[in-house]
């Protein structure tokens, strides 16, 4: 598979996938079309059980959205008469949850979502704006769904659309001794965060800390991301891709069934009543039985729990001894293959 702004290296069980648009890497539309390609494949691929994505320039992750792109959405909503739909409540109200029912037929309608990107994506000379929104949100959910390890690498600035993409990931790390910071400026310019960070920042980092970070538009050091909640960790430039690497391989040795089920259970039960997040959580643990690989791991846990843990109390080795063991190399490969 050809790309032209990304370049993809397999190092173990990871794929490293760096974003190369110079001169400081701004998101457009087709990065984010080649992404989705690239996403949609990743997840055939048992070879691949981690996705990391990173900035392929000096210094810059994703810097933001690109602003040319932006600056056409005003005129090119004003030719499909957007901006007139969304001025009255009533076919504002309509828009919405045609947009909805239309995300909801691309989840479960084999080829809708093909269908539909391809649509919008032949109109894009005349308006560009639903196909930027289509594209973006369909990226942004593959990668949230992606049955994988997912972590955003970010070893450069990071603004904008570089964190609203950086949200979807399950893993944020940055480096924390260039003076790279964080930030959502957007309201800086009039606009909202509009690739989903709205959304996914209060439910990553809470209702009020999410307000103050998007009305603010302040700039965050990694530390103070980190403290918030924004990103998982935070380690010097010398250290940062060994550091990456390491916890990459280290998620590598997961069990994908459990991956993909806890992933399922925490984003879709999230979207619903508590009652059915709980049958949500149920059909995940079902399935997860019905694993060989599951079988094979609570056979060999069984095992150590029967030697290690149901013993005399001299005898007897403490619960995070027994966690090493479950990740010890013999006991994964042993039940995982």
């Not at 919405?96 to 239309?102: C, D, H, M, N, V």
Request: glycine share 6%.
């Amino acid at each position: 598979m050809e790309f032209k702004y990304l370049k993809t290296k397999q190092v173990n069980a990871s794929l490293w996938v760096e974003i190369h648009n110079p001169p400081v890497n701004f998101l457009t539309m087709d990065i984010c079309e080649e992404l989705f390609r690239l996403v949609k494949k990743v997840k055939k691929d048992p070879s691949i059980r981690v996705f990391i994505l990173t900035g392929g320039i000096e210094h810059n992750f994703i810097m933001h959205f690109s602003i040319p792109e932006l600056q056409k959405i005003t005129p090119h909503n004003r030719r499909i008469l957007m901006n007139l739909i969304f001025r009255s409540r009533i076919t504002g109200v309509l828009m919405k949850y045609l947009t909805t029912f239309s995300n909801w037929q691309m989840d479960w309608i084999p080829g809708y979502e093909k269908l539909m990107l391809l649509l919008t994506k032949a109109i894009r000379g005349y308006s560009s704006t639903l196909f930027l929104w289509f594209q973006m949100h369909r990226l942004y959910l593959a990668i949230e769904r992606l049955p994988k390890i997912t972590i955003a690498a970010i070893n450069g600035s990071c603004n904008g659309g570089g964190t609203e993409i950086s949200a979807c990931f399950d893993f944020r790390y940055m480096i924390h001794d260039q003076d790279f910071t964080i930030g959502q400026p957007e309201v800086l310019v009039g606009i909202i965060p509009g690739g989903g960070s709205s959304q996914r920042l209060p439910r990553l980092i809470g209702k009020a800390r999410a307000l103050e970070f998007m009305l603010t538009g302040n700039q965050l050091s990694p530390e103070e991301a980190k403290k918030i909640g924004l990103i998982t960790d935070c380690f010097k430039k010398s250290e940062f891709y060994e550091s990456v690497q390491l916890f990459a391989d280290q998620m590598s040795t997961r069990i994908p069934i459990a991956v993909e089920g806890i992933k399922l259970a925490v984003h879709d039960g999230l979207e619903a009543p508590f009652r059915h997040a709980l049958s949500i959580e149920m059909e995940q643990t079902i399935r997860c039985f019905d694993n060989p690989v599951t079988e094979r791991a609570l056979s060999g846990y069984g095992e150590i729990i029967k030697n290690k843990v149901e013993v005399p109390k001299d005898k007897r080795i403490h619960i995070k001894e027994v966690v090493k063991m479950l990740q010890n190399e013999d006991f994964i490969h042993k039940t995982q293959g």
